[in-house]
């Protein structure tokens, strides 16, 4: 069974831009958690996805949003980016929502802000 | 939400078990207790969950006390590949609408010494 990808795996963008990166869960897999990991903040939690509905949101500003399609398949957008921005992005799925799912979790994205 | 709490790191000599333990004690009922591995550069990978006693595959073992407020998780005969952070996670199970976060404290970082 594939396991989880994400899309693109590197990416350099500007400060004030956006950027969007792409997860696709392991099949059969409804529910998509993205997370952010730097080395000052470890991984951080950005927000979690089952059946196209947002389920709950970590604690980051509004210019981080994300989707989930029919598919299960999930993006996440960072708008007017900022230097602080620059992190490993993580996706992971799951069976269902709960602690008791194993998450697998994706390569990561590996964004740069100059 | 539950914190944990970790050693930042430990070492060790191959051949050797190593028990990492993680404090949590504002567990709730419902949570779950999950440890992940992150080795540098890729997402984490689940080792193991359990909610209560013990629990055993064939990679690691978890030990929870009776109170649930800590775990320790132990790697039979660590090798140089078991070199990674390992993180300590308190999820609730039956997360209500909105409610449900996994939150991924610093870990600790295991070095295996030759």
């Known amino acids: 069974k594939a396991g989880v990808t994400q899309t693109p795996r590197y990416l350099i963008k500007t400060r004030g831009q956006q950027v969007t990166l792409s997860c696709s869960p392991i099949?059969?897999?409804?529910?998509v958690s993205w997370y952010q990991q730097t080395p000052g903040q470890g991984l951080q939690f950005l927000f979690e996805y089952f059946s196209e509905t947002q389920r709950n949101k970590g604690n980051f500003p509004g210019r981080f949003s994300g989707r989930q399609f029919s598919n299960s398949r999930s993006e996440m957008n960072v708008s007017t980016l900022e230097l602080g921005d620059s992190a490993l992005y993580l996706c992971a799925s799951s069976l269902a929502v709960g602690s008791s799912y194993e998450q697998y979790f994706g390569p990561g994205t590996r964004l740069t802000v100059t | 939400l539950a914190k944990t709490t970790q050693p930042i790191s430990m070492d060790s000599y191959e051949g050797q078990e190593v028990n990492i333990t993680c404090s949590h004690n504002?567990?709730?009922?419902?949570?779950?207790i999950t440890w992940y591995q992150q080795f540098p550069s890729q997402g984490p990978r689940f080792i193991i969950q359990g909610y209560k006693t013990k629990v055993t595959n064939e990679v690691a073992s978890l030990f929870i006390p009776a109170d649930r407020k800590s775990s320790t998780l132990s790697l039979p005969r660590v090798s140089l590949s078991d070199t990674a952070v390992y993180y300590c996670?308190?999820?609730?199970?039956?997360?209500?609408?909105?409610?449900?976060?996994?939150?991924f404290g610093k870990g600790t970082k295991l070095s295996v010494i030759p």
């Open positions: 504002n567990i709730a009922t419902n949570d779950y």
């Open positions: 996670l308190v999820g609730d199970m039956y997360p209500g609408a909105g409610s449900y976060q996994l939150t």
């Open positions: 099949s059969g897999h409804r529910s």
